[in-house]
């Protein structure tokens, strides 16, 4: 807090993205190209596209909710001392051709001004929410909503083609589906009318899947919901969650018998998704099948971040983080006050052991990179308590916004930083995250990230450099020192059992 | 961080105790009076009194361990920009003869001012470190270390009766338990002498027991830590825990066929514990039995943290904090950045929906303080990530240092901030540690901390007073606003439905 107020560059924005079927507002708090935080956000769900069927005209009710709620979401950043208010709206908006009345209505009584996207612009801001967020260099993007669906394919971490197609869950639900549960000629006009559609788009069918496919919006998140909940998934996260074709398959059989009360006690669902949850399923379905890919994974970030990332980094050479894996950790570390000399020393030291201990743990490049970046996070904990921070540090980063980062690697970067100190690794609750290999690739990475701590115990540099010697049954880590450094060579003499039992030899710990 | 940097009343300070069995180092990061922080720790086994029974010298090779750890304990004052070490030495050291040999050495070798404690000084600073930081207005506390047992009367909180006794878990061991498993002559042994010791202090057992029993030091908190284990307890916390006689009985009972190998797999079994675990729960049950109390509350702070106390308010009219339980509420809001309007605007509002709203829950004083505590801790979850924020605020709220309240009232106070926002309250895994009723309780409680939240909504005091009108069917809350209030208003329109389910009634927010 007092950093905020005394640093003069820190902002805050408002970013609302009206859309067809909810409305919703993000607020942030950032230095411009450096780090973010999120620090507020409201939803509420507007139904604009609510009749809108009929004669392409925006109706009377739904625009008095949109105005109330765009009013609700002006007071809230006016409360939270946003400066700025960018304000867009999706296709109900756009295919309106009461557009032009509307949003002078919204100008007059909201005091906003509502950019109105292209399906172009909407597919690009959405891409460029997910390319800061995921590894999605290659591959095909969709983002779901209530009116539309946006479906961008990327090479090279360039939007290669992109197009937006009028196959939203509400115009879907009200033209197919008014009423549940739905019948066998209700669902299989919805599928047939959805695969007409992308039938059209050649590009979509005609390419063999290269990459991921990545999915956004309220459908794609509800569906991962609900898959997790049905696999009592151990992480309370659907960012980076991935959902196949069979599970989506399994839902669908779930739910075309059900009636509004039968889905809503589906653990897992949202109030708000209940009767648009099955149209968005058979609609992704059909997209992975005309696509050729068996799985999608889950972006949190899409439209909204993709405007917000664009004024975050406005003036810089590219709306798109050069390095989204490295800017997350600096972001994280940042925002605990652990973006400091002690751990960035730590990562030098650990890494140093990494390279010269290669020809005995036998890890490449992946594993180098988690362990750097475990050892700028390995303290976090300290934001919470010194007490058991080693525990915190892995609270911290299975909550916190690492969004490049898979489950498996959160789940590994965890654990490094809850064993950083003392103690074997114990995986639970999250074992199932991990792969065959992983517990022993822990404890090696463990090992080093915990010498390199206590190397660097006084937290002041004093270990300079460090000489291994491996042989056969002993490592001799020589450590060039730089005034005294006695807490740091007695820890790290008295804390070499893990590495001992990891890489099998015994280790000692001399002075240069 | 740079909160620290800019504020030129910050200090730190190093606080080192040189006990009989284990040598401890504590680093505060405070600012005088105010707040306070640990930052740093760290403790190694030196046994100072090994040998110590025979003639009263301290023998040469503990004190070289003694002085090489505080050497390295300076070494580590030295590197976290700690301005004054406070170092302490207690029965060990006070008894020896070669006591002031002792003191030059460890003068000139590690460049320290040990200051010797007096009985009655090591059991006045254990006062302070327990009465600063637990509820102990009456009643009697212990400090069981390595060499000595204070136990003091507390009488309207000031010391009545102290006295120390050479009954040290060490010394206890080497006299009688040198070999484990002990034999039956040996318990007795052990016991005869415990008991003898204690029936010369008549007051410890001519008094009626008043209050709690308190314990302080290694040995009460290894028996809390085995007796979670046995318990499968479900909090990592030993502060506060209270361990029945029957529970020391169970632990006697289990230990005293064990060697070394069979107390080392006991679950909870802290390694430098293993050979004085059972002199020590010995010593403890015969107090329990001299002094007429049933069970013990443990204390993780005691005399460290009473030196440390004594210097934090230093200049004050006490060194005892006047309500320990409001400070710790105020010392944690800061520690997050939570020490703010909001939060006490929002404790104003529940506050008055609590006294206006009495004749219909019930409750009284106890309810009213735990609402007022909850609303100022709410939102400290925001430290953490915005999202999920009620859950991370329970978090932070059970593992941070709210000395004062009890393990029941942590699980309370953790709930009401995990639901504050929504959802319906599910106390599991902390359901074994609240009481009957106490689901209803925390049930109208959050209802009402949900609807002060919702009402300053915006953070920005819109929603100055509140007026109940309590009607059979019917509560009307009328707002007195200032500015807009329409955010505030409308979400707290929307989230009245836990407090009608609570409180039986239907709600309705009106503006005056």
Redesign the interface.
């Known amino acids: 807090?007092?950093?905020a107020s005394?640093n003069k560059s820190v902002e805050r924005v408002g970013v609302i993205d009206l859309g067809s079927n909810t409305a919703r507002l993000v607020i942030y708090h950032y230095e411009p190209g450096v780090h973010f935080?999120?620090?507020?956000?409201a939803r509420q769900r507007v139904r604009l596209a609510e009749g809108l069927n009929d004669g392409l005209q925006l109706q009377p009710e739904p625009i008095e909710r949109a105005i109330e709620t765009l009013?609700?979401f002006r007071?809230?950043c006016?409360?939270?001392g946003v400066a700025e208010i960018i304000a867009v709206a999706t296709s109900a908006v756009r295919d309106a051709q009461n557009q032009a009345d509307f949003l002078r209505q919204v100008k007059r009584r909201a005091r906003l001004d509502l950019r109105v996207l292209t399906g172009d612009e909407e597919a690009w801001y959405g891409y460029v929410g997910v390319s800061n967020t995921l590894d999605a260099a290659e591959g095909m993007l969709f983002d779901l909503g209530g009116g539309s669906i946006e479906i961008t394919r990327v090479v090279r971490r360039k939007p290669a083609h992109a197009v937006s197609l009028p196959l939203g869950v509400v115009r879907m639900k009200e033209r197919h589906m008014p009423a549940l549960p739905a019948g066998r000629k209700q669902t299989t006009a919805l599928r047939d009318e959805v695969m007409a559609q992308f039938a059209g788009q050649e590009w979509v069918s005609e390419e063999a899947p290269t990459g991921r496919l990545i999915g956004m919006g309220g459908t794609a998140r509800a569906l991962a919901k609900l898959d997790q909940e049905a696999r009592k998934y151990p992480l309370?996260r659907v960012h980076g969650y991935v959902v196949t074709a069979a599970a989506i398959d399994g839902l669908i059989d779930q739910m075309k018998g059900l009636d509004l009360r039968g889905l809503q006690a589906m653990p897992g669902m949202h109030e708000d998704r209940i009767d648009v949850i099955l149209p968005g399923a058979i609609i992704v379905r059909e997209l992975l099948r005309a696509s050729g890919y068996d799985r999608f994974t889950v972006s949190g970030a899409g439209l909204r971040e993709g405007m917000f990332f664009t004024r975050f980094l406005e003036g810089k050479s590219s709306t798109l983080i050069r390095d989204v894996r490295a800017f997350s950790i600096e972001n994280t570390a940042r925002q605990y006050?652990a973006w400091?000399p002690h751990s960035q020393h730590v990562r030098k030291l650990a890494l140093q052991l990494f390279d010269q201990l290669s020809g005995v743990h036998g890890y490449g490049a992946w594993e180098r990179e988690i362990l750097g970046a475990a050892s700028l996070l390995h303290d976090i904990g300290?934001?919470?308590?010194?007490?058991?921070h080693d525990?915190?540090s892995q609270?911290?980063i299975l909550?916190?916004?690492l969004s490049a980062y898979t489950h498996r690697e959160l789940a590994i970067l965890g654990l490094l930083a809850r064993y950083h100190r003392k103690g074997d690794i114990d995986c639970e609750p999250n074992c199932d995250l991990l792969e065959p290999g992983d517990q022993q690739r822990m404890a090696a990475m463990a090992a080093m990230l915990r010498l390199a701590e206590y190397l660097e115990?006084?937290?002041?540099q004093?270990v300079r450099e460090l000489t291994c010697n491996v042989g056969a049954a002993e490592i001799v880590i020589t450590a060039r020192t730089r005034g005294?450094a006695?807490?740091e060579l007695?820890e790290a003499g008295r804390n070499t059992d893990l590495m001992e039992s990891a890489l099998g030899r015994k280790v000692r710990i001399v002075k240069e």
């Open positions: 807090m007092a950093m005394e935080k999120l620090i507020d956000q009013n609700l007071s809230l006016d409360a939270s309370e006050g400091n300290y934001a919470i308590s010194f007490f058991d525990t915190h609270y911290l909550n916190s916004d115990r006084g937290r002041r004093s005294d006695a807490i007695w």
